[in-house]
């Protein structure tokens, strides 16, 4: 999937990867797309939510060998 940034937040834990998120998308433009590298099972359900309630878009979230791909729309 195209992206325009990319963070990593492998090996960390709730709420860290919600947080590393919105930093990054703090500085993205409307439309542009954020990779989101996770390990943290529960980054799914959390950036899901996290994007529901700020109004960003979940475009996919895969599980690569046991690594979360999570791709999201800045609104």
């Not at 999937?1 to 492998?10: K, L, P, S, V, W």
């Not at 990054?24 to 542009?32: D, E, F, I, V």
């Not at 700020?54 to 046991?66: F, S």
């Amino acid at each position: 999937m195209r992206f325009d940034e990319q963070i990593d937040t492998r090996g960390t834990k709730c709420p860290m990867p919600v947080l590393k998120t919105k930093k990054a998308l703090a500085k993205m433009q409307t439309g542009q797309v954020l990779c989101v590298l996770a390990t943290d099972p529960a980054s799914v359900a959390d950036l899901a939510q996290f994007a529901t309630q700020t109004g960003h878009k979940i475009l996919a979230q895969e599980n690569l060998n046991g690594e979360w791909h999570h791709y999201i729309e800045h609104k």
